[in-house]
């Protein structure tokens, strides 16, 4: 029943998909763009109108679908005339991916198609190693992932009692691929599958941006073989269920629609572009400073205040819309209702952000740099421990070594180090590409700016002179600075670095490298060779070193502490149906417990911050039935930024109620309570 279940729902949201999609223009990229968002809004609003009656699961998830699709086709024809578009034939998806890198005969069609078989060939490195391992990740199992399976056994997405506020605070914009197929088919790989689709989106949309700006098909695919391969981006797409790589797609979205009302003005992509931003903002909210760039790209092209006006009214009404129908909007209401601010609880953000100083700004200022210079492969040990010296070296003369506030705790943030491997593990050559075109589009911006501010003298026609051009590599680089510096000096540097958080200002930056090798190769011929030379030095390591890791993988298979930890002996004495009270910290990852490895059989009902209430406490006994009692910790519980609170009380009653018996652990500290069996 669930199995069809979802094929019918996976039929609704494609016939929905396409109905919308047939209405825009039969430009190729315009397309793929206008589907993934349409993707993303019909799983999110699902998600939130099924949620209503509490009939999140598969049959109400599933009318729901039915309802927007009756809905799209009502609506669509009637926008379609206002707007002035027709209706054009049904795309063919696969047919189109296919022709997009084009095959032409000699060289061309050769180096074309020997470069997809190498994009081809990293994303199956990448699937496979997906495919072979579970949710491991430590934020994937304190709330990436199992905020999903509170959100099922709930039956809504709405807030609930927990522990963590990280698991009702954030926006859902990614969470809803892992959410989709796992609703209908309790089984984790599927949901792994859904999601990890959005690195060859975003691989895709690298390609795709870097043609928007007239980048040949080769280069274009260059750069998305070395984005695909960069380290960070390949070790993250295969193991971990964060949101970087889909943050990074949906930037990449937002810099074509900028990248568009700059160049032409028109109402679509006023439109698209304030849909977007909202889009990106509800994946991941730091990318909410991409939003200057949509009114300077509305004041961009030439037509009067009035069509300015319109322009930014479009994109204003479109985001609203999307605000409402994303989710986003009853986050951000949520949150400033429990802590007065849209983000979240001040007191969080104090946490992540930075300790403001002078200090602080020139310490990140010059360890950027050198987090970005990464050789690909250093195989001689001796070497390493030179290239280390220079680099500690390097910040000790540039006195940036000292640790700044809260780096001293090792396990977290963590604090920088300057290494080198034998194989790259951060950003490799792609790296220092990304750092050589951010410099160069900051200054052909500054030099733009200086030749427009000359254009209004006090006396003269400025008719006769001629008016600047800012180059299109240049407004995506100015995107990707923008993002990138708010990333390095408004957000704490976590484990030594934020590497994976730079993934998503890296991609439209990479694909503005791709335009300006591009020229260069134009004009001199040979520097073809020196990208090829730089495409292997990138590509190998890192698939040689995704080789290995699966190889060491397949020789030593995961252990249960990898998947189940904290609460590994808790996890061995529940069965299907279980149905336990959790009392733990912030950050305990509450995920095993819900028996993944057995359908998703149990369920988990967190006490929360609230202090100890008898009354409380056996209402839940008795309302959820609880057959177990699990706590992280015998005597107090800890919030990181909240006030812990005593739970000896809780331990008490259970050892004293004739209905538990406890059961012995060896993790210090941790007690579990079951329900005796008639």
């Known amino acids: 029943m669930s199995a069809t279940l979802a094929i019918i729902s996976a039929v609704l949201l494609t016939w929905t998909t396409l109905a919308i999609v047939r209405y825009f223009p039969a430009d190729r990229a315009i397309r793929f763009w206008t589907a993934l968002a349409a993707v993303n809004l019909h799983l999110t609003l699902a998600h939130q109108l099924a949620s209503i009656p509490h009939a999140l699961n598969p049959i109400g998830f599933t009318l729901t679908q039915a309802v927007l ?86 039956g809504h997405i709405w807030p609930w009692i927990t522990n963590n506020d990280a698991q009702v605070d954030f926006p859902i914009g990614s969470e809803v691929f892992f959410s989709w197929p796992l609703l209908f088919i309790k089984i984790e790989w599927p949901a792994r599958l859904v999601y990890w689709m959005g690195y060859p989106v975003a691989v895709l949309g690298v390609y795709l941006l870097a043609r928007a700006m ?51 003005g028109d109402r679509l992509s006023a439109g698209m572009s304030g849909m977007y931003l909202v889009l990106a903002v509800n994946v991941k909210i730091t990318t909410i400073v991409a939003a200057p760039f949509l009114l300077l790209a509305a004041l961009a092209p030439k037509g009067g205040w009035q069509r300015v006006r319109n322009r930014v009214l479009i994109m204003a009404v479109t985001g609203m819309t999307t605000l409402a129908v994303s989710g986003l909007g009853f986050t951000f209401t949520r949150n400033f209702l429990e802590y007065r601010h849209p983000f979240g609880p001040e007191v969080a953000a104090k946490v992540l952000s930075p300790d403001w100083s ?167 011929r040979w520097t073809a060779l020196v990208w090829a030379a730089v495409l292997g030095l990138t590509v190998y390591p890192a698939v040689k070193t995704t080789w290995n890791r699966l190889q060491r993988e397949r020789a030593t298979p995961l252990t249960a502490a990898a998947t189940d930890e904290p609460f590994t002996e808790v996890i061995t004495n529940l069965w299907p149906g279980s149905r336990v009270l959790l009392v ?57 930024w909240y006030p812990g609170v005593r739970v000896a009380e809780i331990v008490d009653y259970f050892r004293s109620h004739p209905e538990f018996t406890e059961v012995p652990l060896q993790a210090p500290g941790q007690r579990l309570f079951v329900r005796k069996r008639p």
């Open 69 to 154: 699709l009756l809905f799209t086709l009502w609506i669509a024809p009637r926008l379609a005339r206002r707007l002035g578009a027709t209706r054009g034939p049904i795309p063919r998806p696969g047919i189109a991916l296919l022709a997009w890198p084009g095959w032409r005969g000699g060289w061309s069609g050769v180096v074309n198609a020997a470069l997809v078989a190498v994009v081809l060939v990293i994303i199956g490195f990448s699937l496979t190693e997906q495919m072979s391992r579970p949710v491991t990740g430590f934020d994937e199992r304190m709330y990436n992932c199992s905020r999903i399976l509170h959100w099922h056994q709930h």
């Open 358 to 524: 002078l200090r602080q700004v020139y310490t990140h200022a010059v360890r950027t740099p050198l987090f970005l210079i990464e050789l690909p492969v250093i195989p001689d040990e001796r070497f390493r421990k030179w290239f280390v010296g220079l680099g500690n070296e390097a910040l000790y003369r540039l006195d940036a070594h000292r640790h700044l506030p809260g780096e001293r705790r090792r396990a977290w943030p963590g604090y920088f180090e300057f290494q080198a491997v034998p194989y790259a593990f951060r950003y490799s050559l792609g790296g220092i590409i990304w750092l050589v075109v951010l410099i160069w589009g900051c200054l052909a911006a500054l030099k733009w700016a200086i030749k427009r501010s000359r254009l209004m003298p006090r006396t003269g026609d400025r008719s006769t002179r001629t008016t600047p051009v800012l180059s299109d590599p240049a407004i995506v680089v100015l995107v990707s600075a923008v993002q990138f510096a708010a990333l390095v000096f408004l957000v704490r540097w976590m484990g030594g670095g934020p590497d994976r958080y730079w993934v998503a200002p890296y991609a439209p930056g990479l694909a503005a490298a791709a335009v300006c090798i591009d020229g260069w190769i134009r004009r001199r």
């Open 214 to 264: 007239a980048c040949g098909r080769a280069v274009a695919l260059g750069a998305a073989a070395i984005f695909a391969s960069t380290p960070t981006i390949l070790t993250a797409s295969g193991i971990n269920q964060k949101q970087d790589i889909w943050t990074a797609a949906m930037l990449l979205g937002v810099t074509h629609w900028i990248l568009r009302q700059w160049r032409t």
């Open 584 to 640: 733990c910290n912030r950050n305990a990852r509450d995920y095993g417990l819900f028996l993944p490895r057995q359908g998703f059989s149990a369920f988990v009902y967190p006490w929360g911050r609230i202090k100890y209430s008898r009354e409380r406490l056996e209402r839940m006994v008795n309302d959820h039935a609880i057959t177990h009692a699990v706590f992280e910790r015998e005597d107090r519980v800890g919030f990181h």
